[in-house]
């Protein structure tokens, strides 16, 4: 069975992006994203809510054909293009290659995806996330948090959430002081 894994990057203080949707303080560096490339290649999907795919896919389709890109990025572009994406929104008109629309979170259907083979799917998006979690539907958290204090922003855990039971079972300290903390739900 496939899991849902949701892979987001926070601030120290909670926050998934910073104000007016500033996310220039994640620290990617190439050590960061060459594993995000590991991880991102053993997935069978990308679930992403309307504003997270098309930050994505404004710039990754064609991000190898930049003569400014590195080596990193260029192999990540490969992973964007081939990787079958679901676009959970109300508003899109309609998506890019490779995707297909998806408008509300319909917890069957998730589950239903989750039956098929193939490897974990990477949800992506504070608001998406928030839909599943509601609907228990996150079987692991990666949260890359970064060494940096917002202080504004939108938070990535709401208020007002029921708690959730999680158990860690990794660690990781990269380079630039990005931790990696990655929690499972019990099941």
Do not use: C
């Not at 894994?5 to 104000?19: I, N």
């Not at 990308?46 to 260029?74: C, H, I, K, N």
């Not at 999680?166 to 380079?175: A, Q």
């Amino acid at each position: 069975m496939r899991r849902v894994v949701a892979q987001m990057a926070v601030s120290l203080d909670g926050y998934f992006e910073g104000p007016d949707g500033d996310i220039s303080w994640h620290l990617v560096d190439e050590e960061l994203h060459d594993h995000f490339n590991r991880q991102l290649a053993t997935m069978s999907a990308f679930l992403f809510g309307r504003v997270t795919y098309e930050l994505m896919e404004q710039y990754w389709p064609a991000a190898d054909q930049d003569p400014d890109s590195s080596p990193t990025e260029a192999e990540f572009a490969g992973i964007w293009r081939g990787m079958p994406k679901v676009v959970y929104s109300s508003s899109l008109a309609a998506p890019g290659p490779n995707a297909t629309l998806v408008r509300e979170v319909v917890p069957d259907e998730v589950r239903a995806l989750q039956a098929q083979p193939g490897g974990d799917m990477v949800l992506g998006g504070a608001r998406l996330g928030a839909a599943f979690r509601r609907h228990d539907l996150i079987d692991e958290y990666r949260l890359y948090v970064n060494p940096v204090l917002l202080g504004a922003g939108r938070l990535l855990f709401g208020p007002g959430e029921k708690p959730t039971d999680l158990r860690l079972v990794e660690t990781r300290t990269f380079g630039n002081g990005v931790v990696l903390l990655r929690h499972e739900r019990p099941r």
